[in-house]
Structures are given as structure tokens and as C-alpha cells.
């Protein structure tokens, strides 16, 4: 996936580990049937030494280019592409999702000249799906829906990104040449230099909630073994050390423990991207409790999504961004588009930052002990062709409760 700058860990070291930064058990995967639970021991020091957290609360940065950023959430639709023939819709998507650019940089096109009112934005962040939008397309037809990275869509907003020398936060479904046949749902940071500066693939589905369908999108928990194997621990929950910020961004919703992994290692901005379901509440409380700002940015309203009704997901309380106190500083004010701004004081911010104090010691006797119900490694062996035969698959992996 292009993570560069990591030691690739041996098998043996990947085995003796138990989790990032060696907090949390996991489950031992199999190939089929029924998953037995195994309690890893502790990790020996190689297989944890390049996980970039310090033990005194300190983390890496890079010199700010300024004291203080503008950052805007850009709640757009949601349009799927035929997963037949997605060319045209794939074009569609992209043209408005560089307009969307253009208007959250007070930039138009108005009887054939450019003309610009607004102020220039440092960060842009747009949800999961801006490009692609979201069907239960079936594995061959997701693949055909999937985009490259670099490619012709990274490519056309990192112009954008060039021009106006920002950040722009998109995500997307991509292939990968590290995972032959493997759809990747992937957190793309294009950077002012036109380039993608970070690729953050998401890090687990919640697994068992959707009844007789189950996403079989490739995430980090999926694959972990090969992972780690390829990349190294410390690209598990990797951070964007870039000149307005520390940046991690995700599309996983209900994963306190990911957000507090994230601001342990320096993230200093959360960008939360989850489609189909508000991410306002949970951004308030992820900045509370982590000290750090954080970005919920969800869908409008979206006519003409295939299967949906326009109104799905674009309701209780929008998008929005919150400072580390969980204040709102920014937020929509109903279900249509919107673009949300807001000026965060990144330079003091960091002045007096200091990450969660967590009492490992406290919490670690639960976490060795717990074993969750899906093991780690479900798609090592194994790719379901669609939803609902991953739900049979995953189903099958269940650990025996005795």
C-alpha cells in the first residue's frame, strides 16, 4: 500500500505480538469453521520497538507552516455508480466533487472568468464515498467501481489541492497491487504538492450488526497477519505528519478504543467520515475525551442514490467540528449540502497538548483476557464473492462459546 519508512516485521514477531502497541489480545484465524481462542503472550520489544508512541506523552510532528488553519467539512451527496458500467457515473461524482473544492475555496467560473470571494482553506474533508457513492455491488463489481491510487481521480484533486496549496481528505474504495482481487476502503489525504501524502486503509468493518449481509471490503483486521508482515505495526493506525497538523482519518464508527490509539500517537486532528449515520455526537465525543479536534463530516440528502431513499443517513445533527473540549465550532444546519468552516489555533493547540493519561495497568488484565468473537485474518485464505456470502463466511468463523 505504500507505507514506506517501517522495518517489515518476521512471522515469528508478528505471532509474538498481541495488538497495537501490545494492549490488546486477539484471536488466532482459521481458513474455515469454527475459530478457537488462544491467548497470545506478551510482546517481545521488536515486534512493538517502530510503534510510534512514547512512554512520556510526547509525539513526532513536522514544523507548522503557520500558527493557524482553516478547515472545512464538505457534507456532499451520495451517488453509486452502476457497478456494470461505472465510467460515466464515476466522471459525474468527480466533476461535482471538484466543484464542491472550488466552492469550499470561494473560487467559480461566472461568465467565463474566475472569480473568488472566500478565503483560502488549509484542510478539506470530504466523507467516505464522495467519488463512488455506496451499493450492494457484488466483489466483481465493486472491483470495477474500485479506483487506483495514484490514478485519475487522485490525480484531478491533487490539481485541485496544488492550486489552492491545501489538504484534501477524501475516501474511497481503491485496489491495491499488494492485494490481488481485494477491495481496500482507503482514507486519502492528497497534500499541496498535487500528491497523496497519506493512504490510511480503515481499519476493521463491524462485523455481525447487518444480519444476513456483511461487508466484505478488505480492512487492516481482515489481513492483519500480512499486514504487519508487509508494513510493520506502526502503519496499523498510521498519522499524516503534515505541515498544518498530525492527521488520522477513518470511516469506522463505535471505535473508542481506534480514536484513542490515534491521539495517543500524536493524532492532533480526527477526521470522522462515516456515510448512512450522523457522526456529530460521536465527533463531540472523541474530541472530549482525546484532546484533539475532530471532524464528523456524513452525507446531505442524496436524490438519485440507487436502492435508497434521499433522505438515508443525512439527519441528527449533520456535519460538524468540534475543538478538543467537544465544543462544536462548526456545524450544518440541515440535511442538504453544506459546506462547514471553522479556524483552529493549530500552533497553540500544540503548545500545551498533551495526550490521554491512560492507566494501561489498569485496563490490560481485561483486555489479555477478552477474546472477541470474529478472529483477525478472515480474508487471508478467503474472498466472499458478495454481502451475503460474507455473512455466511464470517458466521462461520464465530469462536465456539463454551
Known amino acids: 500500500m505504500a507505507i514506506h519508512g517501517h522495518r517489515p516485521l518476521s512471522r515469528r514477531e508478528v505471532l509474538r505480538a498481541t495488538g497495537v502497541a501490545g494492549v490488546t489480545g486477539f484471536l488466532a484465524g482459521t481458513t474455515g469453521g469454527v475459530s478457537e481462542a488462544w491467548q497470545a503472550p506478551a510482546p517481545k520489544a521488536a515486534a512493538t520497538a517502530d510503534v510510534s508512541v512514547s512512554a512520556d506523552g510526547s509525539y513526532a510532528t513536522v514544523p507548522l507552516r503557520q ?155 481482515d489481513v492483519l497477519d500480512r499486514y504487519v508482515e508487509l508494513y510493520g505495526w506502526d502503519a496499523v493506525i498510521p498519522v499524516a505528519r503534515t505541515d498544518i497538523g498530525n492527521i488520522c482519518m477513518t470511516p469506522v464508527g463505535n471505535e473508542p478504543d481506534l480514536y484513542r490509539c490515534m491521539a495517543l500517537k500524536g493524532a492532533e ?30 452525507n446531505s440528502v442524496s436524490p438519485d442514490n440507487i436502492g435508497f431513499t434521499e433522505s438515508a443517513g443525512a439527519a441528527d445533527g449533520g456535519t460538524v467540528i468540534c475543538d478538543p473540549r467537544g465544543r462544536p465550532l462548526a456545524q450544518s444546519e440541515n440535511h442538504h449540502e453544506a459546506i462547514v468552516t471553522t479556524r483552529i489555533p493549530i500552533g497553540e493547540f500544540r503548545k500545551g497538548r498533551a495526550v490521554p493519561e491512560v492507566p494501561v495497568a489498569l485496563f490490560l488484565p481485561v483486555f489479555q483476557k477478552y477474546a472477541p468473537r470474529y478472529a483477525p485474518n478472515a480474508y487471508k485464505d478467503f474472498l466472499p464473492t458478495d454481502l451475503k456470502d460474507a455473512a455466511r463466511y464470517l458466521r462461520s468463523r464465530i469462536k465456539a462459546v463454551k
Not at 127 to 137: A, D, K, S, T
Not at 286 to 297: E, K, L, P
Open 269 to 298: 486532528i480526527i477526521i470522522r467520515t462515516v456515510t448512512g449515520s450522523t457522526n456529530a455526537a460521536d465527533a463531540a465525543d472523541t474530541a472530549r475525551v482525546n484532546n484533539v479536534y475532530c471532524v464528523g463530516v456524513g
Open 67 to 221: 500558527t493557524a488553519i482553516t478547515v472545512s467539512a464538505v457534507q456532499s451527496r451520495v451517488r453509486a455508480v452502476d457497478g456494470r458500467n461505472p465510467a460515466p457515473r464515476l466522471k459525474e461524482n468527480l466533476a461535482h466533487v471538484l466543484e464542491l473544492i472550488d466552492d469550499a475555496q470561494g473560487v467559480a467560473e461566472a461568465w467565463g472568468q474566475e472569480r473568488q470571494w472566500g478565503s483560502a482553506q488549509d484542510l478539506l474533508c470530504f466523507h467516505e464515498f464522495p467519488i463512488q457513492g455506496w451499493n450492494p455491488w457484488t466483489r466483481k463489481e465493486v472491483l470495477r467501481v474500485a479506483i487506483d491510487l495514484p490514478g485519475a481521480e487522485s490525480e484531478a484533486i491533487g490539481l485541485k489541492a496544488r492550486k489552492y496549496n491545501c489538504y484534501i481528505a477524501f475516501g474511497c474504495y481503491a485496489r491495491d497491487k499488494d492485494w490481488p482481487d481485494h477491495v481496500m476502503s482507503i482514507s486519502t489525504i492528497v497534500g499541496p504538492s498535487g500528491q497523496i501524502v497519506s493512504k490510511q486503509l480503515k481499519a476493521r468493518n463491524m462485523l455481525g450488526v447487518f444480519g444476513d449481509f456483511s461487508l466484505f471490503g478488505t480492512t487492516v483486521y
